[in-house]
């Protein structure tokens, strides 16, 4: 789920961030505890890592493939996640939908605010500050480093998560995928795509 691209546009050699700091923190306290142990963190991380970030795939392919949950999903996105299962963190999940002429890209300018339950963990370059401060002022060329070029007739909407409310991207269903089963339509949608950095492609 990862993309391929010759620079990283969020490199950041800067120290870790306060939230950085403050959960490591805790875990090595809970540890120091007894109240959990190394490698029960590393698996839970294992567990993110495998299974979440194909949620947000598996919901987005169904969106695709069934208009009326589509229309569910851009109404009240915790709602319709709700219908999988998926208990959000935040208050709410706003599905953004790209359409031929907008295309939107989630940011959490203040921290790195991420749709866990969907997604899985966020990746570095989420939340290095270097994409954070960039992908507001300077959307296109970030996407252009991560190999996405956007037409200039189509307007970016960059979305700000917070602790109360987060982002998902509709990507447009790409041509040549009619006919497509669900899992089919999975398998094209990463990570990257739901945070709208990247297409997906046939």
Known sequence: MSHAHPHDPAKDDGPPSEHEILSRAIQELLEE???LTAEQVRKRMELFDAEFPQRGSRVIA??????????RLLADGKAACAEWGLDLEA????AVENTPRVHNVIVCTLCSCYPRALLGMPPTWYKSENYRRRVVREPRAVLREFGTVIPDEVSIRVHDSNADMRYVVVPMRPKG???WDEEQ???ILTRDTLVG??????
């Open 197 to 202: 950095v990247a297409l997906p492609k046939v």
């Open 33 to 35: 505890k007894g109240l």
């Open 177 to 179: 995928t009619e006919g």
């Open 62 to 71: 169904h969106a695709w493939a069934n208009p009326a949950f589509r229309k």
């Open 91 to 94: 208050d709410r999940l706003i």
């Open 185 to 187: 339509l999975a398998s």
